[in-house]
């Protein structure tokens, strides 16, 4: 089959474009506003763009409390989003009134970070202390301007909880991430295979 997107006319039930670009990982994103005020919410349109220096992004469709939060303090934290975390996430992504804690929504304790001011998730497998260095509106290829937000920022910190370093790496299998894949699916990282890159 094929569809163009102008008209999304693909003749099934679902739009299937989020399926195929997956699994995408979750940026469990926390942030505070100028006032003090602290948003914890999930993101699939998440990843890394940069190693030297760090370099992640989320997507955010609307300019909703953690985009909002984040320009006013230039500050946020990645949250790993794991296995036995998953209902908690996903608590974390019901439609608050601004300002509501959902941290205290999904039964979730914050800890303080190292050197920024959002706090991370207690109990997080790991942690991503960014600044922020851009928030972009996207456009489509005619240039018009979309409700759509992307967030950079500069990891400036990273927390792994010790008890997932196993012989000098992460060991991403104990801590079971899970990402998102279309619809209701999710799938979680508990195998993995290697593959050596050519000279």
Do not use: E, N, Q
């Given at each position: 089959m094929f569809y163009d997107t102008v008209n999304?006319?693909?003749?099934l039930p679902h739009d299937p474009l989020k399926?195929?670009?997956?699994?995408?990982?979750?940026?469990w994103i926390?942030?505070?506003?100028a006032s003090g005020q602290v948003n914890l919410s999930p993101?699939?349109?998440f990843n890394a763009f940069s190693t030297r220096p760090p370099i992640v992004g989320f997507s955010s469709e609307g300019f909703k409390d953690a985009v909002a939060f984040i320009s006013e303090t230039r500050e946020f934290v990645c949250n790993l989003a794991t296995w036995d975390l998953r209902?908690?996430?996903n608590a974390?992504?019901?439609?608050?009134?601004?300002g509501q804690s959902e941290f205290d929504h999904a039964g979730l304790e914050q800890e303080p970070s190292s050197i920024v001011k959002p706090p991370r998730v207690k109990g997080v497998a790991a942690a991503l202390e960014c600044r922020l260095t851009d928030i972009q509106q996207l456009k489509t290829s005619t240039g018009e301007q979309l409700e759509r937000y992307l967030v950079l920022?500069?990891?400036v910190g990273v927390y792994i909880d010790e008890r997932?370093?196993?012989d000098g790496r992460f060991d991403i299998t104990a801590a079971k991430p899970i990402a998102r894949c279309g619809y209701h699916d999710y799938a979680v990282v508990n195998e993995v295979f290697s593959i050596v890159r050519p000279s």
């Open positions: 999304y006319a693909h003749g399926a195929i670009i997956a699994p995408r990982p979750i940026g926390s942030a505070v506003s993101y699939s349109f209902d908690a996430m974390t992504s019901a439609t608050l009134p601004r920022g500069h990891v997932f370093i196993k």
